[in-house]
């Protein structure tokens, strides 16, 4: 049983667990690492199989898409530590997402963002999952892989995945360091403390930035801006990011605006010549109009303005159908157990 004074410790918890953790750059590993271990756990769902998935507590640990969560999940890690130690009467599964609500209420403004109210408990755990890596997008994944995975699998609409896809404003992509995987490095937003910021900044930077194509040609194919805020390593977006507004799919390399300077420089011409090579728009009759029409709905008016509404109201719902996929029987929070 789960009542709202336990979901309210666990969050108590982890911001105990932040409070003692000095380095940013680790801190805003730790924050997004264990929203990204939540949706990675949610995401193999697919209702078209007879090996369903979804939340289980279940997580395909050989997998390349997975690369990462082995420092949020582990036996020396503090979360795992901390499930052993006071939580491990509820399963995982759950343990996951009242983690992940606890850091999204943290980092959100005011630290209003409060998903108690869609909050359910009752999952039960897996102890093999097999296959469900294949599920997921890889790091290079195009829209049709959002499509597949999001749309065709999870039952989403285009409005939920864009939603989903608004929390890499938090978190960072990391270099491979030992690993046989290449990795994406950089972060969505331009500082590091935008990183730590559960808000529609994610759209913000869609929208406002030069994307230019990176690692054309590489397993590394991403966008990347040209930022002179604090942050060390680049600023980036992945192809499933930027596609929820261009057409990149249709043209990859290509660059979001290719009339803006820097020093003296086309923006899109740093590592490649891509001026003559503009993103395209989508024709009003593609159905991922849906999709950039919620990216302009979640920026929550003309810019600048600081109404976190319509992308909070979108997240809400969005997280509520993808943590809750494949489940019945699930239990609100009780008062008192
Ligand atoms: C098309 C689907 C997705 C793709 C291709 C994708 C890809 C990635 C990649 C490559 C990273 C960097 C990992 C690393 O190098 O450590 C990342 C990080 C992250 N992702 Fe996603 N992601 C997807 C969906 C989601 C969803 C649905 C959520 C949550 C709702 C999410 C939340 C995060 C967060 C918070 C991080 C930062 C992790 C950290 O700081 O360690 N992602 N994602």
Redesign the pocket.
Known sequence: CIDKSIYYEIDNEIEKIASSINAEEQL??F??????L???DF?DYDQNSDTSFGSDGCIDWNHE?N???ET?WCTSCPLTKLYRKKYSFISKADFWIAS?NAVIRQLSKNQSFDLANTFLWGRKDATTCKGSGNR????T?TCQ??ED??LDAMGLEWRD?VA?????T?????EAVRSPFE???GYWMPTVAD?LRFDKQYYEELILRTWRARNSGTDLEDFTASTEETHEHPQIM?K?DVCLLYNSDSNYPCCSKTHRFRNGRNQCDVEQVLSKKKCRRYSNRDTRMQAVNAVLEYLGGSSPNDNQGPFYRAFNTA?YK?TTNGHDNLKPLRRMC
């Open positions: 805003v590993h924050y997004g690492g264990i929203v990204r939540a949706a990675h995401m898409v690369k990462g969560l949020i992940a997921i997008p890889l790091a994944g892989d959002v995975t999001m995945a989903l896809l608004g929390a890499h938090i978190g960072k992509g990391h990795r994406h490095d990183s992945l499933s997280w993808a």
